[in-house]
């Protein structure tokens, strides 16, 4: 089953979420105005599932049953696939130029795929077989999966179990016959509100001692024990406001959530590792390489708005054609564009699991992410340059509604004749989100932080190159091992 | 007269400002809470005049009665002045977080200052005299002066007078016996709702047709016909919020005002500058001149509290000694203080103009401002890599001061066991402030536009340089032209 | 017919060259010792043919007749077929640290390809076949093609026929029954003393003035009239020195020839297009396309070297483990490893054209060629830091060898105790043979200027990108045109 | 007594100096045409204390005598004094395209005298009398200095007294009453060949079991026990060739030289410092600062030449107008100017020492040196983008030159018709001289790790920086301290 859009949004109603937003409890989060914009966003997931031009990007045949199911919740098939994962993503990125907030559970459904079919190779559990039926409800009931990975970790120096308060890593409180209690909370939780089930992942490598920490499982996100916290965005509380210009982007936005797991219940059908600590770090690493090519993916698209936005503003000032100008927008698209073919690249140049589903190749995924940890600020820096210092200066919506002052901005805020001042108006405000304000998160700081920060990339990228083949290379070629004999 | 902050606040209540934010006009400026920050932050540039520790820095002795003034009404005497004012602006940096919005009235004046000495000696003018007499009045009275140069410039790519809509640059309308009268509007005017006056400078280059926009006066920003419309910033109504947290810097902030002026007069004895289409460009030339080099001072200031909330998030997330933690701070210093360098070295490079005051040195305060266009961009980048996504995810105050669910943010959002959750919680927002927040656009855009946009910036280099020279040394080290001969 | 390197190389004594080097007419160019490093190079590329593990990538089956030929002149059948290229590129680069210089040849044929079936739909030409023709009988003798393209354009400013000069493009200057005759120089011709062939080629966009420089042929190089200059390069002489240590890569190196055609004659079944002025941009944009591509493989192979060098001194100087060496060298992976990232992205996302093989991507090729005009420098600064300033003080290996003084530097310049003195030498002199020495212009130069300078990848960056679509996605997510209904 | 350039040489050919140059003993250094140049750059030393124009930069009053002496042998006794230093050695840079090396021993004897001085008051030596006795003999005698700090070091992981092999660090290997015996090497040691003087200096932190290594003399150059193996740099036997265009920059050169002292005997009255470990790292650090200051004058005077030639170039090949290179042009002034700008800001903020000479800032110093190891690397880039390919693939000198082929180069190789031929080749020969050839190790390997690599700077400037103040800035700033009132 294929929800549309308002399908899904009339399902998340029927959720039964313990969510709290700038100190109160939301009854209706569908139609919350600081919340909407973030359902719009999942919701075009859905959308573009029944749009026939998009249709071949946005679904998949399910490995499980064969029947058709949407791309977030399939498991990738092929580098093809994978391809198909990062181009759906851009065009995502480019029709709501924000974070579309599904991509980390259809990253962590296909890292848990494969590494459960690993743990029950080597442990003799039964763990791909539980997670196999738990997708397939999921694929069933086109459900919403929020990926929930990073733990609010306290003393970064520390391990899981040597932290004072030894809850700052979800972990096991209890082990019963018939399922598990778990406790602690995830940051950060992209799109937790919007989501039907939290599929919950270890965040580290963990050690002996830490073996309560390595679990993970799936859990409605109405369970008994789950407390959500909207975390703030800059500019929120714009969207309260009367009026759809100074929000910038009016209709669609990110959610970042403090998810509180306070002892809830697990039954065994939906815990799909505990305990087993030599596959954390793989569970990690898998679905880490995942969600650093997906950045490959959005962060290309919410970039082409960017573009676009910075080059009608120029239009709109009447320097399109300055030297200066036309050579920073051919910056701007040349930073976008090799995010995008890192993005693609380490999608081409995947692997199959021995689960059989596909791996992006983790030394250029990581590649991928790194840049993304640098271009997308690049791409605000030199927008903010071409837009002018108007981004920061100009008036409210309500000032251009006044009867009185109104005129005033009306006459002069204009740029170019030909465009109606209130064109330009929009223009700066939606270059002011993505820079500055409601959705500069999805293009800033997920592209800094999420799927890990630039250090964890650098790691990665040094551990995944064979060095000691490169200075072999060296050590031919300056002939301290034997020199390749040409002619031999 | 040396105001202190508490007589400066009182003197704004003075005024009859015609005032419009967020669609309504403002009675109470001082104490309205949107804009007392930016109040706050131009009083620190009087209190710091009665301060022992900074007093030598942030007052002088005037030039035109020998008594002491506030430096941001001083005249440069010398390369030591200039390097005092870069120094003052540091420490108002450090102070405030962000701008304190009147080093463009100081600028302005010693700009003025100059141009109209050289305009008197060319055209048989009485400009000086008058604008010493002006000058006196406002050191006399301790006033907060706002420079106001950028126009609204409508169509980019066209002269004042070919515009569509001639009012799209500030122009004389009618002249008379007793003054002339002025229309048009100026943009980003920084502090111009925190000021007594404004000192009306015009744009840029003007040729013969545009005569009428070779126009210098001062007018009260409470005279007939100006408007003054507060522009938004990003998050500013957190500031009309309970509580002091998600705000950032409760404190301090900036100001930028569109200024209105519909048919305003102005009384020959304020005319510093009318027609002189010759001198339009020495004055935006100086003026820059002085600006490009201020920014050498607060972007230096303010990046140093970018700098200790970031080692300090840092410390509260324990990886303080973390090699790659202490190589970004390394690089956030060496950042700031190659923008601070550049600012000491355009002061003590200075040159007396013919009216006596100092100059700038002005291509290396344009090299100053190239960098400011690009540093504080890499700094927020890395105190954002530092702080980590909880940047853009925390809950509000109130969920933290909530009864139900404050408990969990203050157990799960804790760092290190020995820091408070809520000091965490602070340097966050203060981070976040100044990267996306309240003062992100005194951090960010202003460094990017004000004083000019980076091309600006660009071709002053270019033109103050002395390629023919540095060519000549080229051909000559190249044997195109005769070698030196050592020996000679 | 595969030849094996040593093949290749009594086939090139077989030519008839008119070669001159350092003053002096070369009689002997196989076996000069300035010139053999560069042969070894391209023999490199008929050696791999030959190996059982680098056999797939290096060879394919002819679109002309099946059989198997070098796949440097081969016609791309598949987007695989272009990620096989870079892949051996980057193969190539890693065993030769430099340009092996058949690269051009390879994107001529395939550029020449379908540029002449297109002009002949267009014009009822033949110059396809022609093409065909000539094409069977290099892959049959398993030929080195030199390409052709750039002019030495005199003044940069004006088109070819507009020049004081008019001989400053290659240009036809006899049309006659059995053929044409061609005058002109080409600049900057890689390998061309070490192929047997050149293919010529238009440089520029050609208007209706310029139709005699609309020329494209082929030549032997050892035909009548053609003059080759062997240009110099750093550090050329110590290929003449005693000893293999100073030299840096004793095995390989790049070779630049300009070439002279002074009234060279061309039979028709050789000439490919002739005054086709409104397809001489195609051929120049199909062809840079290719070689952009190109430059994905070698200059990440090249980096790969330089990479495992700089680790290797880390090694011998004691400090591999040292967070900010680590960073480094995890940098300067991370840079190689995004240049090959957008080389296979432009490979993969390839397109068919008309004659049936593949172009890659233009958009992103002429990203990755960006990119290369930049992270080389950047792994060269960091190989330098890395590998100290020894890099430029070493002794010279006779002084190494000297009786009284050498064992001073065994002594002395030995690293860590483990590692012999001149292994550390040796690894020195390689960096430093990279990164100024005889293979620097392959990795430095070439990746500034080969297939085009930045300027060029600029602009087609900026016309390929639909810049249309991009405000089209801003207005709408603005608001300035109709909003997307995510409900619809 | 100031000696003429010319008597200079003559005093060089006076010593008798035990130097190897590439396997040979070498006799008549200053005729050897590999050393002349490098000669010429230190004569250009002492020729501009003789010019009108330069002299007031060029000498000093000797605040040991009061007589004039040259300034690279004076004491700096003002902040105006480090300002005139940095602006001769700008001079000298645009004047030799080189590094000129005196500047060691300058900032030697300024390390030396304060330090010193603070030694005899700690440890009631009499070490500065000593030095002063002998820099008055220096200043008397117009003598060249060689500052010799670095030693070979070995391995780099491991303290002086902790080598495998003991000799790893210049040390006292017998103390007599009539003076000490040294060993060791110091390695890059810049115009040590060219000078009558080394002044030895440790080059590290030392502690209690390094004794021996804390040791500080004056030995000739020509003392028995020392040898001088002269380095190879790139390009360098192309000043054995005939002709004086492929070398680029024929005039000047630097020289950098591996200084073995094999037991040399150094009288009492030359030991300025042994066995005070606890003095190294001031030695050390108070030389650097001095170093790091000194590169804020040379590279900008390097860079200058480099900016001649590119800017030379773009009008030589008709393109000097365009956009793109205009604005690579004022990008290249800007990273130039930056360079200077910071080293006359650590210049101006310098501070008196206990002795009475002034030192350079010791945070901007090292900011100055940390731009240093990046800006001229990416000038060298920028002006390869301009210069184009042809930097690496001109012909020979001797082609030019030839009867048959030479005509072809003339005619081809011309740019722009008004500009003749060889001036274009020789423009590109001196950019080729300065990116790779001969004297690009002093504007690039120079840059990097003259005074100490990049990562000594980021050490230093995160130590000299004032953490503490900066956290206590943001604390008070987001209220985790008490936030200031501004009204108190």
Redesign the interface.
């Known amino acids: 089953m294929l929800m549309t ?2 399908e899904y ?1 009339e399902s998340l109603r029927r959720l039964k979420l313990n969510l ?5 409890k939301v009854e209706n989060w569908v139609d919350n105005p600081i919340i909407r914009p973030s359902v ?1 966003a999942v ?2 997931t859905y ?1 573009l599932a029944h749009e026939s031009q998009s249709e071949a990007l946005a679904t998949a045949d399910s490995v499980l049953t064969g029947k058709k199911v949407n791309k977030f919740n399939a498991l990738f098939q092929s580098t093809d696939d994978l ?1 198909q994962k990062v181009k759906l993503q851009r065009l995502l990125g ?4 924000c974070c579309f907030q599904r991509c980390v559970g259809m990253d962590g459904i296909n890292a848990v795929y494969s590494t459960t079919y690993e743990i029950d190779q080597e442990h003799g559990t039964e763990y791909h077989h539980r997670f196999r039926e738990w997708l397939n409800y999921v694929q069933e009931n086109d459900l919403s999966i929020s990926g929930a990975m ?1 733990d ?1 970790k ?5 391990a899981p179990s040597e932290q ?2 030894r ?2 890593f979800v972990h096991v409180v209890e082990r019963r016959s018939d399922g598990i209690t778990i406790r602690g ?1 995830k ?2 939780q992209t799109g937790a509100a919007n989501s039907h089930e939290m599929l919950i992942m270890p965040t580290l490598r963990m050690r002996e001692a830490d073996k309560d920490y390595a679990v993970s499982c799936a859990i409605p996100t109405d369970a008994e024990g789950v ?1 959500l ?7 929120d ?2 969207k309260l ?1 009367e009026g ?3 929000v ?5 936005g990110g959610q ?3 998810v ?1 797991l ?1 002892d809830v219940f697990v039954p065994w059908d939906r815990v799909f590792m505990c305990g087993e600590i030599d596959f954390s770090i793989m569970l990690v690493e898998r679905f880490a390489a995942y969600h650093r090519q997906s950045y490959g993916g959005c962060k290309a698209g919410i970039g ?6 910075a ?2 503003m120029a ?1 709109y ?3 399109r054609q ?3 100008i ?2 920073k ?3 701007m ?2 930073l976008a ?2 995010i ?3 993005g ?3 999608s ?2 995947g692997w199959p699991t021995m689960a059989g589903n596909y791996q992006a190749n983790t ?2 995924a990581n ?2 992410k ?2 993304v ?2 271009f997308p ?1 690049e791409l ?2 030199l927008a ?2 071409i837009a ?12 251009f ?2 009867p009185v ?1 109104g005129k ?2 009306e ?7 030909e465009v109606p001042t ?2 330009r108006y ?2 700066l ?2 270059i ?1 989100a993505m820079s ?2 409601l959705v ?2 999805s293009y ?3 592209s ?3 799927a890990g ?3 964890a990339q ?2 990665m ?2 551990r995944e ?1 064979d ?1 000691e ?7 031919s ?4 091992d034997e ?2 004999n ?2 031999a």
Do not use: W
Request: glycine share 8%; aromatic share 6%.
């Open positions: 859009a308002k949004m709290y937003l700038l100190g109160e719009n919701a075009m959308k391809v480019q029709r709501t130029a990073t609010v306290g003393n970064r120096g520390v004072a308060d809850d700052m909370a940051a950060h407390t916290i909207y975390g703030r965005q800059s500019c509380t714009r406001e759809d210009i100074d910038g982007n009016y209709n669609f970042e959530v403090l509180i306070d082409d708005v960017l573009i676009g936005a080059s009608s239009d000032n009447g320097v300055a030297a200066h036309r050579d927008l051919g910056e698209i040349h564009e090799t995008h073919a890192c693609l690249a380490c081409y140049e030394l250029l590649v991928c790194l840049n940890t640098r600020y605000c820096r903010e340059d002018g210092g108007l981004l920061v200066t100009t008036p409210s919506e309500k000032d509604r006044h002052i005033y901005i006459k002069y805020l204009r740029g170019i004749p209130e064109a929009r223009m405000t939606l002011h500055f304000g500069a998160p800033r700081t997920e800094m932080h999420g920060s630039p250090q650098k790691i990228i040094e190159t060095m083949h490169k200075q072999e290379l060296a050590r070629i300056a002939g301290i020199r390749e040409v002619l």
